[in-house]
C-alpha cells in the first residue's frame, strides 16, 4: 500500500470541515455588512433620548445663555453645560463631571431665539438632527 495517498475518511473530514467554515462564512459576512444600518438605527434611538433630557432641563431652567459653543443653563444654585468633548456631546454640572449624552458628533450648533432653543446636531455618518425646545418659564430673551 502506498502510504503517501489520502483515504476516503481523510477526504470526508477535510471536506466537513471546509463545509462547517462555508456554512459560517455567510452569516459572518452579514453581520459585518449591517454594522453600518444598526449604528445608525442606534443613532437615532440616542438622539430621541438626548431630546427628551434636555427638552425637560430647558423647561426647569431659570436661564438660558450660549457661550463659545456651549449651552448653558441656571436651575437655582446649579449650573448646567452642554458642550462637546472629542466626538461627544457632553454635560457637567457646576463644571464638573463628565457625562456623556451624545456619541459620534461631528457637528453641533447651539441658538436661543425668542425664548427657545435649537439645537442641531450632525452626527459622524453625515444625518443632521434638529430640536425645538420651549420653556415654562419666559428667560426675558435669552442670548
Given at each position: 500500500?502506498?502510504?503517501?495517498?489520502?483515504?476516503?475518511?481523510?477526504?470526508?473530514?477535510?471536506f466537513?470541515?471546509?463545509?462547517?467554515?462555508?456554512?459560517?462564512?455567510?452569516?459572518?459576512?452579514?453581520?459585518?455588512l449591517?454594522?453600518?444600518?444598526?449604528?445608525?438605527?442606534?443613532?437615532?434611538?440616542?438622539?430621541?433620548?438626548?431630546?427628551s433630557?434636555?427638552?425637560?432641563?430647558?423647561?426647569?431652567?431659570?436661564?438660558?445663555?450660549?457661550?463659545?459653543?456651549?449651552?448653558?443653563?441656571?436651575?437655582?444654585?446649579?449650573t448646567?453645560?452642554?458642550?462637546?468633548?472629542?466626538?461627544?456631546?457632553?454635560?457637567?454640572?457646576n463644571?464638573?463631571?463628565?457625562?456623556?449624552?451624545?456619541?459620534?458628533?461631528?457637528?453641533?450648533?447651539?441658538?436661543?431665539?425668542?425664548?427657545?432653543?435649537?439645537?442641531?446636531?450632525?452626527?459622524?455618518?453625515?444625518?443632521?438632527?434638529?430640536?425645538?425646545?420651549?420653556?415654562?418659564?419666559?428667560?426675558?430673551?435669552?442670548?
Amino acid at each position: 500500500m502506498n502510504d503517501n495517498a489520502f483515504t476516503l475518511i481523510e477526504v470526508l473530514i477535510a471536506f466537513s470541515i471546509f463545509s462547517t467554515i462555508i456554512f459560517f462564512m455567510a452569516p459572518i459576512f452579514q453581520i459585518i455588512l449591517n454594522t453600518k444600518a444598526n449604528d445608525n438605527k442606534l443613532q437615532a434611538m440616542e438622539w430621541e433620548v438626548f431630546c427628551s433630557q434636555i427638552k425637560i432641563e430647558i423647561r426647569l431652567a431659570s436661564s438660558v445663555s450660549v457661550v463659545s459653543d456651549r449651552l448653558i443653563l441656571n436651575k437655582g444654585t446649579e449650573t448646567v453645560q452642554y458642550e462637546k468633548y472629542g466626538t461627544n456631546l457632553r454635560r457637567r454640572v457646576n463644571s464638573t463631571g463628565h457625562e456623556i449624552i451624545l456619541q459620534n458628533v461631528s457637528q453641533f450648533s447651539f441658538s436661543v431665539i425668542n425664548n427657545t432653543v435649537k439645537v442641531t446636531v450632525t452626527d459622524s455618518w453625515g444625518k443632521e438632527y434638529s430640536v425645538t425646545c420651549y420653556p415654562f418659564v419666559n428667560w426675558g430673551g435669552g442670548t
